[in-house]
């Protein structure tokens, strides 16, 4: 564990879901070829690895709002304006190096004579509307650049929507605020489905509302995992709880991915996202007592990919195709070059990704609960995340009056 109050566990399910997402998208370059081989067979599960975004919706969730009511009840919370200048030098620096990356390479490789990088044309919108996160509001601009950037301005809706949701949280409760995203979400994914059936991806992916249940999941396990009850519970009993947590999450992922399979995606994306609010229920807990569950997710490789996950997620895409054209011009079909392929692809990706992120995205880490200097005191004029709410006799879920957070786990 690193000095920042961040969690082993959290940068191994990180790992999990960005190699999720790269095995995905190996599939989907590979599907082209006329020919495979029973080891591309075997491998099919990976078909499904866009799950991996799912998990990333509820972290996101889960690590904002941990890291936001620790500092609140610690008399820290930013200004509203601290929140979004940290969010922004976060995200965008490595952001727009990788669309420079991205735009570089699609010139190079014209210039060559090969086909682009995109089917989709790359004029002023496009980059512009990339460069502002609103690119996941227009079919055409949704994957226009790099397919992997379209989670990005979903991300950044949920960014600025977070004050909003936070406030909300503390005055009337998580579970209240969860239940009606949860419904607002479903009569938007209703709408869209029966309204807009042929940009169902576009509308249902790019449009917060559309994905908005994953990320309020998230803050919901953080609210839980700092506010409940600082009284030990019996290591037979958490197992129990694992237990449960673990079919549930078995269940609830298995139903998404059976409704998307009968493209009937209304329920799709909130099973799947309950299922990982269980799945990172589950593996905290687990951590605590120093259960299976927690050491497997914590190894050191999935923890290790864990930290340089935003680095591989914007990078990986550009790797991939590269070994997915050259593969194209050997036409071999055999086992060896499929296993071969699939090895240099995925090793070059996180080679790849490391790079980037001893280049580029660790200059602009700082972790908000362990910045270098004090952070600001709330502003007067609005105290969007002022301890008030956080209090010993005040902090809720849902209805009750809960203890002060613990830090057990931390």
Not at 70 to 98: E, M, Q, W
Not at 129 to 142: A, K
């Amino acid at each position: 564990m690193d000095k920042s109050n961040k969690l082993d566990c959290l940068d191994g399910l990180r790992g999990i879901a960005v190699l999720a997402v790269v095995f995905f998208h190996q599939r989907l370059e590979s599907e082209s070829f006329p020919h495979h081989s029973l080891i591309y067979r075997l491998l099919a599960p990976s078909r499904l690895g866009f799950i991996g975004v799912h998990l990333f919706l509820v972290l996101s969730g889960f690590c904002l709002t941990y890291s936001l009511i620790r500092r609140t009840n610690a008399g820290k919370s930013p200004t509203l304006k601290r929140y979004f200048i940290d969010r922004l030098r976060r995200i965008v620096p490595p952001y727009y190096a990788a669309i420079a990356v991205y735009l570089a390479a699609t010139v190079v490789w014209s210039a060559l004579g090969r086909a682009p990088f995109r089917n989709e044309p790359l004029n002023v919108k496009q980059v512009l509307v990339h460069l502002g996160f609103i690119h996941g509001l227009w079919p055409e601009t949704l994957e226009g650049i790099n397919s992997p950037f379209w989670s990005l301005s979903l991300e950044f809706q949920f960014y600025a929507a977070f004050p909003l949701l936070f406030a909300a949280a503390a005055r009337f409760g998580y579970f209240r605020v969860i239940a009606t995203v949860g419904a607002a979400s479903l009569v938007y994914r209703g709408w869209v489905t029966n309204v807009l059936p042929s940009e169902i991806w576009t509308y249902l992916n790019g449009f917060f509302l559309g994905r908005w249940f994953e990320f309020a999941l998230g803050m919901g396990v953080a609210a839980w995992l700092l506010n409940r009850s600082s009284e030990p519970i019996s290591r037979r009993r958490t197992l129990f709880m694992i237990g449960i947590l673990g079919c549930s999450s078995v269940l609830f992922i298995g139903g998404g991915l059976a409704l998307g399979e009968l493209r009937k995606p209304l329920l799709m994306d909130h099973l799947i996202g309950s299922g990982f609010a269980c799945l990172l229920t589950a593996t905290l807990l687990s951590t605590e007592i120093d259960g299976l569950l927690g050491k497997l997710i914590s190894m050191r490789g999935f923890v290790y990919v864990g930290t340089m996950s935003y680095s591989l997620y914007l990078m990986h895409s550009i790797v991939l195709a590269w070994f997915d054209r050259s593969y194209r011009r050997l036409g071999s079909t055999n086992a060896l070059m499929d296993m071969a392929l699939l090895i240099a692809a995925i090793g070059s990706a996180i080679a790849v990704g490391l790079l980037f992120y001893q280049l580029v995205e660790k200059r602009f880490i700082r972790s908000i609960d362990a910045g270098s200097r004090p952070p600001a005191e709330p502003s007067e004029r609005f105290k969007w995340a002022s301890a008030r709410p956080w209090s010993r006799d005040r902090a809720r879920f849902g209805r009750g009056a809960i203890e002060a957070p613990s830090a057990r786990g931390v």
